[in-house]
């Protein structure tokens, strides 16, 4: 049965009307209501279409002509475009009225809790923090079948106790429980999220999940001695559990742009087909055998990796070659491409937002229509063979780059040869992990052995991402956004037209793309490199801009500590190169919420020392362990734990020792001061309050050793809540306040009357949702200065011989219910974060993509005259 990869004229034509109706289900199923009208219109623009081109059939047979020609081929694409969209936009009405049903929504819309019954679609760790699961029962309404996002309470009371490699949750689990239910975010995959309450009843899987779970778990004991990163790489290509991976080997796969190796992808899909295909015909199997023991096969190997939008775009397409394969007739390329993907669409329209699903088609179509022609032009200077192995990779990049904007706005700079090494280890891995996940289970000494064999080309593939991501340049900056995604339309398309074009088109479309590509990285790193060189040298505090949530650096001397992380590895990661920070001495975690510790893993490998605030919950527990199994020492801290950063002192004064508190209330509160006799003229002084709230914050200021007269800077305690206590800020009289706060956040943060309380107490407030990330270092032995990253909207303000004035950043939002915004900010900070192996949602890629920093501006202000003012303490 020949394969015809080289794609005809005709073939790209079905590919533009398939495009067409993704792009516009992909609109439709963010907004379901308007998919009956789309359906209409698309079926009306089908009619007319199969009207004109009657017509113009007609009109040739009685004369020819170009202008019937013409109109004959123009209406076949507009015919099977519209006809795709009018049947797209009815699965997306019918598979919305299944997805939301009128019961599910009264409960979404009511504060009770719910008694559901729900089967587990992934398998679930004790790291996860929440699952994919069908919803089958919801109160008395039963026959349910609702895509849904299962979050376990945060005592990790849904997973058993024991060992980690059996704790685990399997895919096809039943679990039985209360909770609480609310609507997912439009365009989800999930229509509804589910809130577990309690301790859940569950039923193990039977059958074939059954089975592939014990293999599962087999596979990973035999391969839990094995060295990482090499053994978290094998489960993931061979069983598709990523859970094991380290967050510097994750960064490095995507950097040198290997990610799709973390995990089983379509390509192992293909591996084990041919591998049966091929094991058939030497055993002289017939045809039609071998084509339904590849296909049992297949779905087995599905069953045990889990499906994904990926895989299962690659099961589809297997079977509808074997079938053709079974006919005789040849099988071509885009057009298999274009049934596999109308066909999921179908099933489930909510594939189209899917970015693995768009990855998995992307990368597919880039090496059928790109890779024929790409290898013909570089075989004028290659090895034939190594034209071939060349233009997989490069037209896999072309056709894909544009969708990876949103995720990593970034040009991998060494994604060909990287993936040109690591792509001939991947079947290796594949074919020997089948083995051992066959072997573990009955003989798991020899299943050891098996899986050793498979560590090595695993570790090999994480030692090139590794190699790749340390070397000069290895991503170079791309704008974010809209902008972002346009531009790298433009190179790709640039690029895969030149690829089948004339000499002489193609020569002007690489200038374009070059062109395109060079402003583009200029656009980033030009601004970036203005900002980086205005930083000062000798700054001390600085609040990093991470969105909704907080994290600040504080320097003495060369040692360096990082007062939480936020919930952005990215922009904590842009914070840290911005100020050139490369090692962390002391991590302080004021407490667990996942907006003070999200991020934790993006520095786990700089830090050498971590003190952490008293733990309340499973998840906790885990961020403690993964520091400790990073090597950090970790510490518990309350108020008899002090230290030394260089020459600058610090001291815990909250939580109390012995203190059976846990979360905001228990933040810790951390104070530095400039050693007596320490040179340090940059050195300041500051009070960081974590989340404490209004009564605890009373506690401290009523019981804690604070400093004795005003200090340089405070931390502004959650995000400038109205959860105050104003007697506190008076009392410390800090000139600049630091409050990390996200864009557009829902809570009001930072709230009127927390900017008031600041103002009251002659405190500068800075914000970095306004002014980007905030630098605060000291001109003399009175100056502070305070630099921005992004230009405040008035002229900076210089006050001589009085308190400071608040920064015109500081304006307060308007007001609003606050009580209510607080109450789902407390409700919030309780839930989990993002989906655990779900792309990011659109809030989620604006975080990541985020703009060019404007011009930085710099504030200056002289110390105020210490009066006895009201809360004062002392000259």
């Known amino acids: 049965m020949p394969l015809q990869l080289r794609p005809s004229a005709t073939d790209l034509r079905v590919a533009v009307p398939v495009a067409i109706a993704w792009i516009v289900t992909t609109v439709l199923v963010g907004g379901p209501t308007a998919a009956p009208v789309v359906g209409i219109v698309a079926a009306v623009l089908a009619v007319l279409a199969v009207l004109a081109g009657g017509r113009a059939v007609v009109a040739g047979r009685r004369r020819s002509g170009r202008r019937c020609r013409t109109v004959t081929a123009g209406a076949g694409p507009v015919l099977v475009a519209a006809a795709l969209t009018a049947l797209l936009a009815v699965s997306v009405t019918v598979g919305e009225t299944r997805r939301t049903p009128e019961v599910l929504r009264a409960l979404a819309s009511g504060p009770g809790t719910v008694s559901f019954d729900a089967v587990l679609s992934r398998d679930l760790g004790p790291g996860d923090r929440s699952v994919l699961a069908t919803l089958e029962r919801a109160d008395t309404e039963r026959a349910l079948r609702v895509p849904v996002r299962l979050v376990p309470p945060g005592d990790g009371a849904l997973v058993p106790p024991g060992d980690d490699d059996d704790r685990v949750l399997a895919a096809g689990t039943r679990v039985t429980g209360t909770g609480t239910i609310e609507a997912d975010l439009p365009g989800s995959a999930t229509a509804f999220v589910l809130f577990l309450r309690g301790v859940p009843a569950t039923e193990p899987p039977g059958g074939l999940l059954g089975a592939t779970d014990t293999a599962r778990r087999a596979f990973v004991r035999a391969t839990a001695d094995l060295p990482e990163p090499g053994a978290a790489l094998l489960r993931g290509l061979a069983i598709g559990d990523r859970s094991g991976l380290d967050a510097a080997t994750e960064a490095a796969m995507e950097t040198s742009a290997l990610t799709h190796l973390t995990a089983v992808s379509g390509a192992n899909c293909a591996v084990i087909v041919g591998l049966v295909v091929v094991v058939g015909r030497l055993c002289g199997v017939p045809r039609g055998l071998r084509a339904a023991s590849a296909v049992a096969v297949l779905l087995a190997f599905v069953v045990l990796v889990r499906p994904d939008p990926s895989i299962v775009r690659a099961t589809v397409m297997a079977v509808v070659v074997l079938v053709v394969h079974l006919s005789g007739r040849p099988v071509r390329g885009v057009p298999l491409i274009a049934l596999a993907a109308i066909g999921m669409l179908v099933v489930d329209p909510w594939f189209a937002q899917s970015f693995g699903f768009a990855l998995s088609v992307l990368a597919t179509t880039g090496i059928v229509v790109l890779g024929p022609p790409l290898t013909t032009l570089l075989a004028r200077r290659l090895w034939n063979p190594a034209a071939a192995a060349l233009a997989v990779p490069v037209a896999a990049q072309v056709a894909c780059w544009p969708v990876t ?77 809209t902008v972002g995604v346009v531009g790298a339309v433009v190179v790709s398309a640039c690029l895969a037209v030149a690829v089948l074009s004339t000499p002489m088109v193609r020569s002007r479309l690489l200038l374009v793309a070059g062109v395109v590509v060079v402003v583009g990285v200029a656009a980033v790193a030009v601004p970036v490199l203005v900002v980086r060189g205005t930083v000062p040298r000798d700054w001390a505090v600085a609040a990093c801009d991470v969105g909704q949530g907080d994290a600040v650096l504080v320097r003495g001397g060369d040692s360096t500590a990082l007062i939480d992380t936020g919930d952005d590895p990215d922009r904590l990661r842009a914070c840290l190169d911005l100020l050139r920070v490369r090692r962390i001495d002391l991590l302080v975690l004021t407490h667990f919420d996942r907006d003070h510790v999200g991020a934790v893993d993006e520095v786990a490998g700089i830090v050498d020392t971590a003190l952490v605030g008293p733990v309340g ?53 951390l104070v530095t001061e400039p050693l007596p006799g320490g040179d340090c003229p940059t050195c300041l002084s500051g009070v960081f309050l974590g989340d404490l709230g209004e009564t605890a914050q009373r506690r401290v200021r009523s019981g804690s050793a604070l400093p004795d007269g005003a200090v ?58 306004e002014l980007g990330t905030v630098v605060v270092g000291r001109t003399g032995a009175d100056d502070l200065r305070v630099w921005t990253e992004h230009t405040p909207s008035v002229a900076a303000r210089r006050i001589v011989g009085a308190l400071v004035a608040p920064a015109p950043s500081g304006s307060a939002p308007p007001e609003g219910p606050h009580a209510r915004q607080e109450a789902r900010a407390r409700r919030s900070e309780d839930r989990p974060g993002p989906l655990v192996g779900d792309p990011p949602g659109p809030g989620r890629a604006r975080h990541r993509a985020r703009g060019v920093p404007g011009r930085p501006g710099e504030q200056c202000a002289q110390r105020p005259a210490r009066g006895r003012g009201p809360g004062a303490r002392g000259a």
Do not use: F, M
């Open 405 to 481: 904007i949103p995720l990593s706005a970034a040009l991998p700079t060494y994604a060909v040869p990287a993936n040109l090494l690591a792509e001939p280890l991947a079947p290796i891995v594949t074919v020997v992990g089948l083995g051992v996940c066959l072997l573990a289970p009955v003989w798991p000494w020899g299943g050891s052995v098996l899986a050793a064999v498979a560590w090595a080309p695993a570790s090999a593939v994480g030692g090139i991402a590794h190699g790749a991501a340390l070397l000069p340049y290895a991503s170079a900056p791309w704008p974010g956004g």
């Open 617 to 669: 919950r499973a998840s906790d527990s885990r961020v403690v362990q993964d520091l400790q199994r990073g090597g950090v020492d970790v510490r518990q801290a309350d108020d008899r734990v002090s230290g030394v950063l260089g020459p600058l002192g610090w001291r815990v004064v909250w939580p109390r020792a012995g203190s059976p508190d846990a979360g905001n209330d228990a933040s810790i509160v």
């Open 712 to 769: 340089d800077v405070v931390k502004v305690s959650h995000h400038g809540s109205a959860d105050q206590d104003p007697l506190l800020y008076r009392q410390l009289a800090a000139r600049v306040g630091l409050v990390g706060v996200g864009a557009d956040n829902t809570y009001g943060h930072p709230t009127r009357s927390a900017l008031s309380t600041l103002a009251s107490s002659g405190t500068a407030t800075y914000r970095t949702d």
